[in-house]
């Protein structure tokens, strides 16, 4: 979360379809439409923030329209390299979760009025507290199981202290499926967002298993059970 005050009334929009960016998350990304080019010119000499929004394809005109969902996030430019072709490759950080309120211009690229969306803890206390503990073992159980998930990840996780930090990086990083992705990022409760990401990866760990078994390769001794 950050300070009302850091959080523009209005931010350039882009929209991408299948890309759903997290607070705290850092996102790669490749600029090279010509209004999207210009829109990146213009937030590095103002305040270096735009939001990132997920087109949301479930209406059949949604690539003609490229209507977004209208919870997205906010980020800000941490690095930018301009390329010799005009385009350019640059890190944006996520700020803030955030409600599209109303499309303000398309031209020369959308602009958008937001406001800020805070989190719920949605559980007791208590809950939310052992969240990094309950995380760190389910992605654990996965690497045991073979998953493809570098223990920098794991290690780079256990280093944060905020629970709610560590859920949003741990549900950007790893989760597969965006529709989900962008559910997560919709959910305002913690403990509720952690048990939803949590049933995924219990799922990614009965699919390992299923597939381990398969192979006969299983030792169930020698996995952890969640």
């Avoid at 700020?95 to 109303?102: G, Q, Y």
């Avoid at 990086?169 to 509720?192: D, F, H, M, N």
């Avoid at 939803?196 to 169930?220: M, P, T, V």
Wanted: net charge negative; proline share 6%.
């Amino acid at each position: 979360m950050i300070e009302d005050s850091a959080i523009p009334s209005e931010v350039p929009v882009m929209t991408l379809s299948s890309a759903v960016l997290f607070p705290q998350a850092m996102m790669p990304l490749f600029i090279f439409e010509p209004r999207y080019k210009e829109m990146l010119s213009d937030v590095l000499n103002n305040d270096r923030i735009f939001a990132v929004a997920t087109l949301d394809e479930r209406s059949e005109d949604a690539t003609h329209s490229e209507m977004p969902y209208s919870i997205a996030a906010i980020g800000v430019v941490r690095a930018c390299k301009k390329n010799p072709d005009g385009s350019s490759n640059l890190v944006l950080q996520g700020l803030a979760r955030v409600e599209l309120e109303a499309i303000v211009s398309e031209d020369p690229y959308r602009t958008a009025r937001i406001r800020q969306i805070l989190s719920e803890s949605g559980g007791p206390e208590d809950q939310i507290a052992t969240l990094n503990s309950r995380l760190l073992s389910l992605i654990q159980t996965q690497r045991r199981l073979g998953a493809d998930i570098p223990k920098e990840v794991l290690q780079f996780l256990a280093n944060i202290s905020e629970p709610e930090n560590a859920l949003d990086l741990a549900i950007y990083t790893l989760c597969s499926s965006a529709p989900l992705k962008q559910e997560l990022l919709e959910t305002r409760g913690i403990v509720p967002r952690y048990e939803k990401f949590a049933n995924f990866l219990q799922s990614e760990i009965e699919r390992l298993k299923l597939d381990i078994q398969l192979k006969g390769n299983l030792d169930d001794k020698n996995i952890g059970h969640n």
